[in-house]
């Protein structure tokens, strides 16, 4: 019943800049807090960017400057602008939902910065 669809990704040049987002269906979208994590093969998975339901936002330090979270309710969408990439940002992003302690996520889309 619950999907998060993710599409943006795909393969980028070190400086360049990508947006992906995240198609939410099966939830009340506006009361949940989203996210955007990131793996890297051999890595731990990381949190990379949150926003509450408020609009609230939060960044891991590494791309802090760089990266936006947003959210369109209107659209039950979350978006990852990224800026200035790095080769140290090529992992597989996936979106998370989250609301009391239920937490959804979506399949995961591929980001590669190579030059």
């Known amino acids: 019943q619950v999907q998060l669809v993710e599409s943006g990704g795909g393969l980028v040049q070190p400086g360049g800049s990508l947006r992906l987002s995240c198609a939410a269906s099966g939830i009340l979208f506006r009361l949940y807090a989203m996210g955007w994590y990131r793996q890297a093969p051999g890595k731990e998975r990381e949190l990379v960017a949150t926003?509450?339901?408020?609009?609230?936002?939060n960044y891991v330090d590494s791309v802090k400057g760089r990266f936006t979270i947003s959210r369109d309710n209107a659209k039950n969408t979350v978006y990852l602008q990224m800026n200035s990439l790095k080769p140290e940002d090529t992992a597989v992003y996936y979106c998370n939902a989250v609301k009391y302690n239920n937490a959804f996520w979506g399949q995961g889309t591929q980001v590669a910065v190579s030059s």
């Open positions: 926003i509450t339901k408020d609009a609230i936002t």
